[in-house]
């Protein structure tokens, strides 16, 4: 059995990179409205990402909502978050990691209405600000309007309602404070 050089290696890894560049590129143009997508800019950008996603070790966020209302930091881990930008802005601050399934949603319904009118949902002021070296783990949930604070941590499975002190440890549901870093 006789390997393959590694110049072909290279052009086919960069094949593959322009090919999965190029199908996101439009299923993003074919999209009629906003919905699930991933954040393709990203890792079409660096060449190490898009490598670990053909070989199946990275998963990648979605996005429900319009794109243009996150804002992520430099050096952050969003694993296979979602992140709902449908009443507000996501902001990321840098070196801030998440767990698994995390869940940062903005969106909300008005409870009071009834019918096809409570599927409504407001577009601005629920917006969530997480800071910078903030730990969120596994499945734990934000629901904004929301900040957490610079070096914050949220253990996992929690549901964060309201603001969370920088340094703070909060856990359980709702979230709690019970301990700082």
């Not at 978050?81 to 990321?92: C, E, K, P, Q, W």
């Not at 008005?110 to 969530?128: L, V």
């Amino acid at each position: 059995m006789t390997l393959a050089p590694q110049w072909l290696k290279d052009r086919l890894a960069a094949f593959v990179d322009r090919r999965i560049a190029a199908a996101l590129e439009r299923r993003d143009a074919e999209r009629p409205r906003p919905g699930p997508a991933e954040i393709a800019g990203r890792i079409a950008a660096d060449p190490d990402a898009l490598r670990a996603l053909r070989q199946g070790l990275m998963q990648t966020p979605g996005v429900w909502g319009e794109r243009d209302r996150l804002h992520v930091g430099e050096n952050v881990h969003l694993v296979d978050a979602v992140l709902n930008t449908s009443s507000g802005t996501i902001t990321i601050g840098d070196h801030s990691f998440f767990g698994h399934g995390v869940s940062l949603i903005t969106g909300t319904h008005f409870i009071e209405k009834d019918g096809i009118e409570r599927q409504t949902y407001p577009t601005e002021g629920r917006d969530i600000v997480i800071g910078h070296s903030v730990w969120i783990a596994s499945n734990a949930v934000v629901l904004g309007p929301c900040r957490i604070g610079d070096r914050a941590v949220i253990a996992a499975g929690a549901i964060v309602r309201s603001d969370v002190e920088a340094g703070a440890i909060v856990a359980g549901v709702p979230a709690r404070k019970v301990g700082s870093v």
